[in-house]
T-cell receptor, first 112, second 114 residues
Framework: QQQVKQSPQSLIVQKGGISIINCAYENTAFDYFPWYQQFPGKGPALLIAIRPDVSEKKEGRFTISFNKSAKQFSLHIMDSQPGDSATYFCAASKGKGGKLIFGQGTELSVKP | EAGVTQFPSHSVIEKGQTVTLRCDPISGHDNLYWYRRVMGKEIKFLLHFVKESKQDESGMPNNRFLAERTGGTYSTLKVQPAELEDSGVYFC????????????FGPGTRLTVL
C-alpha cells in the first residue's frame, strides 16, 4: 500500500525554468511533510518541510505548496539550475519522531 | 559537527552469507532509524530506536534481519542469511528527541547479494 504517491518519476527542465514535483498522501494523521534532496553517492538531505497549518512555505528558490483538503503537496523550484539536478523525495510522518513514509522519488535533470 | 556515518559504503556477498551494517548517529541524537531503498523504488522504513530501545520495528521484512543499538550509541543491522531480494541501499538516519523533527541521513550502505 503506497501511502505517499509522487510524480513524475523523472523530469527534465531547462536552466532558468520552473521544476514542479507533486505528491499525494492518504493518511490524514500525517502532520509533517518534508522534501529531501539526494545527490548520487550521498544520503538524502532535508531541503524544506511544511506542517499542515500553513498552505505555503518558501525558502529561497524552493517553495512547498500544501493543499490539506486535497491531501496533496508539491515542490516548486524556481529558476532551476544545473546544480539542482538530483533525486527529490517527498515524505510524510505523524507525531514527534515518527517514521518517514517516502514517495517513489523524482529524478530531476536541469539542462544548461 | 560530524554527520551520520555508515560502514561499509559497499558490500557484495553471496546468497546465504551474513552481513552486518553499522551506523554511527550524530552525537546526542537519541532517535535512530534504519531505512532501505530497493532498485529505484521508494525509501522504506525498517525500524526506529529511541536510545537503546526499539520504538517501532514494523518495517522489518522478516526474522533474517536483526537490529541492535548497544548503549544507545551506534547501531548494527545484521542480515542472516542474506537473500537476493535484500539487495539495495540501506540508510541510517538520526534525530534529537527534542527540538527539530529533521532526520539526518547517512550516505548509505549499498548491499549487493549475488
Amino acid at each position: 500500500q503506497q501511502q505517499v504517491k509522487q510524480s513524475p518519476q523523472s523530469l527534465i527542465v531547462q536552466k532558468g525554468g520552473i521544476s514542479i514535483i507533486n505528491c499525494a498522501y492518504e493518511n490524514t494523521a500525517f502532520d509533517y511533510f518534508p522534501w529531501y534532496q539526494q545527490f548520487p553517492g550521498k544520503g538524502p538531505a532535508l531541503l524544506i518541510a511544511i506542517r499542515p497549518d500553513v498552505s505555503e512555505k518558501k525558502e529561497g528558490r524552493f517553495t512547498i505548496s500544501f493543499n490539506k483538503s486535497a491531501k496533496q503537496f508539491s515542490l516548486h523550484i524556481m529558476d532551476s539550475q544545473p546544480g539542482d539536478s538530483a533525486t527529490y523525495f517527498c515524505a510524510a510522518s505523524k507525531g514527534k519522531g515518527g517514521k518517514l513514509i517516502f514517495g517513489q522519488g523524482t529524478e530531476l535533470s536541469v539542462k544548461p | 559537527e560530524a554527520g551520520v556515518t555508515q560502514f561499509p559504503s559497499h558490500s557484495v556477498i553471496e546468497k546465504g552469507q551474513t552481513v552486518t551494517l553499522r551506523c554511527d548517529p550524530i552525537s546526542g541524537h537519541d532517535n535512530l532509524y534504519w531505512y532501505r531503498r530497493v532498485m529505484g523504488k521508494e525509501i522504506k522504513f525498517l525500524l526506529h530506536f529511541v536510545k537503546e530501545s526499539k520504538q517501532d520495528e514494523s518495517g522489518m521484512p522478516n526474522n533474517r534481519f536483526l537490529a541492535e543499538r548497544t548503549g544507545g550509541t551506534y547501531s548494527t543491522l545484521k542480515v542472516q542469511p542474506a537473500e537476493l531480494e535484500d539487495s539495495g541501499v540501506y540508510f541510517c538516519a538520526s534525530s534529537p528527541l527534542a527540538g527539530t523533527d529533521t532526520q539526518y541521513f547517512g550516505p548509505g550502505t549499498r548491499l549487493t547479494v549475488l
